[in-house]
């Protein structure tokens, strides 16, 4: 029998979604190449619609309440944004990566997915009604068929070069080294961003006495697969801020760039992508683990009811029809904050005005909402919650809910063919709207000031028939 869903990738993207389709009741393998957490962290954190999206299961509780603010600062291209002006502020989890990934480990597994750390995918194919994977595992090598394959295997995916899918965009103009390091004297290095003449360098404290260094050239042509060693980033440091840092024992040291690139497409038969397998971005203000719980978060509840058969016509598309236009949106914004990064004296005037600019609480609040994903909305429709995210509600169990605020409860009538799949909540009568119901990735489907039209195929077109 083949296996529900194969996820390949054990990342925060690959871990979420396996969750996820537990949720919806299907089985879920994750295949992890590592053969245990690395326990180091690319991303500091979890901002806006990704620390939202993950308070929607309850998974928040289970981080440091020290974590979870909302953002004070953030930035665009360096630019300070001054969130704490704002009247409603950006939520954030500033969780480390290692953290966020041992949550949602832990939580797939509560909910009975499997997880095989050490097993590397080499190839894979799919055949009318299954996918075939050949994996290397720490014993031997082995298959594995799935009915459906999801390659959450970060930006150099295999699953998506395997599936034939492209991956255009924007090659790199920058080349950032970076080290989690110890530094031989702290006090003497300038904090946070420092744009020169010739790059950028960023330090940012980790706690326990190590720093992130980052330094960021507008060159390009480094062997993106050699090692970084201490004395490139001491080297680099030099090159970009003219003076040397002291600093040792590095914990990791790698590199990123500002190659910005999107799957031409999200889905190829029963082989679908997600988070940087899907876009890959330069880690400005912190959209790549974002991007990607979203990403799992729409499509879990849709591949589940793929799976289980129950999936109404054309909802699967749905997922590339909803993220791949949000991942384009948000590659567009990251070129942007790239270009405001570079040095020379033309950005300096762009920044200037930008600066300018964003002391306007209105358009501060815009840039926020960009960089934070807060403006996502996947349709518009008769009523204007319709497409956004939904006012606050919880939805541990992963399944849509439907809230009825009518008076003589009207909408739990239209509902009953659907009551298997959707939780129906009454409520108090005279709130507004009236009636709303609310995906399990915790976007409106529909709502209504005060009756039920259009309520019987808006929960046919996302849940399928009633019975
Ligand atoms: C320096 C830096 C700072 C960043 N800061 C932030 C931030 O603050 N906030 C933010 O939101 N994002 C940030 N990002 C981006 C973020 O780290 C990524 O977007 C995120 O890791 C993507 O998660 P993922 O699960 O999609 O992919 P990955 O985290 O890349 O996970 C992919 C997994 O797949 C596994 N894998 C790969 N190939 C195979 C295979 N063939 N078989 C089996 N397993 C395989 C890998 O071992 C890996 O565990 C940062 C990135 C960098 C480089």
Same mark, same amino acid.
């Given at each position: ?102 949550? #949602? ?77 110890? #530094? ?124 289980? $058969? ?70 518009? $429709? ?86």
């Amino acid at each position: 029998m083949p296996v529900g869903v194969v996820i390949v990738g054990g990342g925060p993207t690959g871990l979420l979604l396996a969750g996820e389709l537990r949720l919806g009741g299907v089985e879920a393998i994750v295949l992890e190449q590592l053969p245990a957490p690395s326990g180091l962290s690319k991303a500091l954190g979890v901002m806006g619609r990704g620390a939202q999206t993950l308070d929607r299961r309850g998974l928040l509780d289970r981080f440091d309440k020290t974590l979870q603010k909302p953002a004070p600062f953030a930035h665009f291209g360096g630019i300070p944004l001054d969130l704490t002006r704002l009247e409603c502020g950006s939520p954030a989890l500033l969780a480390p990566q290692a953290e966020v990934e041992r949550v #949602l480990a832990e939580w797939a597994l509560e909910l009975g997915a499997e997880v095989r750390r050490g097993h590397e995918v080499v190839g894979l194919a799919q055949t009318g009604e299954q996918v075939t994977l050949q994996i290397k595992g720490p014993d031997c090598a082995y298959d594995l068929v799935a009915r459906y394959v999801v390659g959450c295997d970060g930006a150099r995916s295999l699953v998506r070069k395997q599936a034939g899918i492209g991956f255009s965009g924007t090659p790199a103009t920058q080349v950032s080294r970076f080290g989690d390091v110890t #530094l031989t004297d702290p006090g003497a290095v300038p904090r946070g961003m420092r744009r020169t003449p010739t790059g950028m360098f960023t330090v940012v404290p980790l706690g326990d006495g190590v720093h992130r260094v980052v330094v960021s050239e507008w060159r390009t042509g480094a062997d993106r697969d050699a090692p970084v060693t201490l004395d490139d980033l001491r080297a680099a440091t030099g090159r970009v801020l003219g003076a040397e840092v002291g600093m040792d024992r590095p914990r990791w040291l790698s590199r990123f760039t500002d190659a910005a690139r999107q799957a031409d497409r999200y889905r190829e038969g029963r082989i679908l992508l997600a988070g940087d397998a899907a876009h890959i971005q330069l880690p400005a203000g912190g959209p790549g683990m974002t991007t990607g719980i979203q990403d799992a978060a729409n499509l879990g509840w849709k591949l589940a009811a793929q799976v289980r $058969g129950r999936a109404p016509a054309g909802l699967l598309d749905t997922y590339h029809g909803e993220r791949h236009p949000v991942g384009a949106r948000m590659l567009s914004f990251v070129r942007a904050q790239g270009v405001m990064l570079s040095p020379g004296p033309q950005v300096d005037a762009l920044r200037d005005l930008f600066g300018e600019l964003l002391t306007e609480p209105a358009t501060l609040r815009t840039v926020a909402d960009r960089l934070m994903g807060l403006d996502i909305r996947y349709e518009s $429709g008769d009523h204007p919650l319709v497409g956004g995210w939904a006012p606050d509600v919880k939805l541990s169990a992963g399944r849509p809910v439907l809230v009825d605020h009518t008076a003589d409860h009207r909408l739990l009538a239209v509902a009953e063919g659907w009551r298997d799949r959707v939780d129906i909540v009454t409520a108090a009568a005279g709130e507004k709207p009236a009636g709303i119901l609310v995906r399990p990735d915790g976007y409106v489907a529909w709502a209504h000031e005060s009756g039920a039209d259009g309520l019987t195929e808006a929960l046919a077109r996302w849940f399928g028939p009633g019975y």
